[in-house]
């Protein structure tokens, strides 16, 4: 029983590790902005990203809109988001609250994440 309890605990932390490393690598930076991207159908620049517990901050998102988005250029400073275990099931990220006021700002919160 308490081998059973070793192997989970280790398990538990070798997973949290291996995730709070993806999280901070640009590889995850990079799969957040293509998601960026294809929702807003523009081309995007992610500032990096900071992680407290559940929260992510971020100075800001810039984007180029493609032929057929509905903007050319738009930019969000001081973005915060929070992982929600819910929401994760949904694969949807949800943005609490934005520097800016900016209606596009909806968008990034209902950006797919799966």
């Not at 293509?34 to 929260?55: H, M, Q, S, W, Y």
């Amino acid at each position: 029983m308490s081998l059973l309890l070793a192997l989970v605990a280790i398990g538990w932390f070798a997973g949290r590790s291996w995730l709070d490393s993806y999280l901070r690598s640009p590889e995850f930076r990079r799969f957040i902005g293509e998601r960026i991207g294809k929702t807003l159908k523009a081309e995007d620049e992610v500032a990096p990203l900071a992680f407290t517990g559940l929260n992510v901050y971020t100075d800001g998102v810039k984007a180029k809109g493609f032929e057929g988005s509905p903007f050319s250029d738009a930019a969000v400073e001081n973005i915060r988001m929070r992982f929600s275990l819910r929401r994760f099931f949904d694969k949807v990220w949800q943005q609490l609250c934005s520097g800016q006021p900016w209606r596009a700002a909806s968008t990034v919160a209902a950006i797919s994440v799966g």
